[in-house]
Nanobody, 120 residues
Framework: QVQLAESGGGLVQPGGSLRLSCVAS????????MGWYRQAPGKQRELVAY???????NYADSVKGRFTLSRDIGKNTVFLQMNRLKPEDTAVYFC??????????????WGQGTQVTVSS
C-alpha cells in the first residue's frame, strides 16, 4: 500500500561522494520514521542511518562523520549524503519507512535497493 522508490546509487572512487534519495508514495496517513540500511555480499543487512520525525537520527559507527541523513517528511522524502566513501561502503542500500495508515493501524515498507560500489 505504501511504496518506496530509491535512486542515486552508482560507481564511485574511494574518497568520492554520492547522494541517495527515497520517496514514499501510496495511501500514507503519516510517516513516523525513514532511513537507510545496507547489505554487502555475504553479509547481514545493517542499519546505516535512521531518523524519527521531529527527533534524532541514529548512525552506524562506521559512517558517523561521513554520512548525513536529511528528511523532508512533508514531501515523504529522505536523503542520504555519503562523503569520503570507502570500499567497505560497497553494498546495496535499502530505504525503509514506517508510519500510520490511520489512527489505529501502522505500516512499514522497504525499497528495492540501489547499488553503491566504491572502487578504484
Amino acid at each position: 500500500q505504501v511504496q518506496l522508490a530509491e535512486s542515486g546509487g552508482g560507481l564511485v572512487q574511494p574518497g568520492g561522494s554520492l547522494r541517495l534519495s527515497c520517496v514514499a508514495s501510496g495511501s500514507i496517513f503519516s510517516i513516523n520514521a525513514m532511513g537507510w540500511y545496507r547489505q554487502a555480499p555475504g553479509k547481514q543487512r545493517e542499519l546505516v542511518a535512521y531518523g524519527v520525525s521531529g527527533g534524532l537520527t541514529n548512525y552506524a559507527d562506521s559512517v558517523k562523520g561521513r554520512f548525513t541523513l536529511s528528511r523532508d517528511i512533508g514531501k515523504n522524502t529522505v536523503f542520504l549524503q555519503m562523503n569520503r566513501l570507502k570500499p567497505e561502503d560497497t553494498a546495496v542500500y535499502f530505504c525503509k519507512a514506517e508510519g500510520r495508515l490511520n489512527t489505529t493501524a501502522l505500516w512499514f515498507s522497504w525499497g528495492q535497493g540501489t547499488q553503491v560500489t566504491v572502487s578504484s
